[in-house]
């Protein structure tokens, strides 16, 4: 194993609370009677844009939710520059620590100037050497990993990642998928399952080891 690769959301950080106010700031200035709650956050988290927007805002015009989509997602990454989102517990000294060992990578179905923000808010850029989103791209969250893989001349990846559609985009772009059971989503097939963030020492040493 050479490398790994993450998702961001459920995975790395909790960034719902930056992301709620963003939103239903953007809300409130389309003087939409809705608010957006962390709890349909965690819904929606890592799905493709155009999914977010239907399940956020079904009874919303489609092209105002779209519009609405993509104010939010400008003003989220505005905030989150400032405000920053909730690190799990030892994601700084885990990464650093990986990093010394392995090549290190995010993939996440996010917008354009979103993980740049994480980087900038928590300092924790130089820790990575790649990322993709379909933001930049375009494409699927599987067909980002395959880019990654790719691009950077990737032998034996493995994938982190917290939600079903994680597993799934792993699976198809062929590598081993390990599911952060503390995130946001329910995973029934994974390779290696960790609890907390810093189990991931351990699991990466067995599988190189293996």
Same mark, same amino acid.
């Given at each position: 194993?050479? *490398?790994?690769? +993450? !998702? ?6 909790? *960034? ?8 239903? #700031?953007?809300?409130? %200035?389309?003087?939409? !009677? ?8 965690? %819904? ?7 999914? @977010?927007?239907? &399940?956020?805002?079904? #009874? @919303? ?27 799990? !517990? !030892? @994601? ?7 990093? =010394? &060992?392995? =090549?290190?990578?995010? $993939?996440?179905? /996010? %917008? ?5 923000? +994480? ?8 820790? +990575? /050497? ?20 790719? &691009? ?13 559609? #994680? %597993?799934?985009? *792993? ?5 081993? +998928?390990?599911?952060? &059971?503390?995130?946001?989503?329910? $995973? ?7 609890? =907390? ?5 351990? $699991?990466?040493?067995?599988? =190189? #080891?293996?």
């Amino acid at each position: 194993m050479d *490398s790994i690769i +993450f !998702d961001l959301d459920g995975t790395l950080w909790d *960034s719902r609370e930056t992301i709620v106010t963003a939103w239903n #700031d953007v809300l409130n %200035q389309y003087q939409i !009677d809705k608010e957006i709650t962390k709890e349909d956050l965690k %819904q929606v988290l890592g799905l493709p844009f155009d999914e @977010v927007s239907k &399940r956020l805002l079904p #009874d @919303v015009d489609k092209e105002v939710a779209e519009k609405v989509l993509n104010d939010s997602c400008e003003v989220e990454n505005a905030y989150l520059i400032k405000q920053g989102g909730q690190l799990y !517990d !030892d @994601v700084a000294s885990v990464l650093k620590a990986l990093s =010394k &060992r392995y =090549k290190l990578y995010i $993939v996440s179905n /996010c %917008q354009i100037g979103y993980i740049e923000a +994480f980087y900038q808010y928590h300092d924790l850029g130089k820790y +990575f /050497c790649d990322y993709e989103n379909p933001g930049r791209t375009g494409l699927s969250k599987g067909d980002n990993i395959k880019l990654i893989v790719e &691009r950077n001349q990737l032998k034996n990846p493995v994938y982190v990642g917290d939600t079903d559609g #994680d %597993q799934k985009s *792993s699976e198809y772009a062929g590598i081993p +998928f390990i599911y952060a &059971r503390y995130g946001f989503g329910e $995973v029934n097939r994974y390779d290696y399952a960790i609890d =907390k963030f810093k189990e991931l020492l351990d $699991v990466i040493t067995y599988i =190189k #080891d293996k």
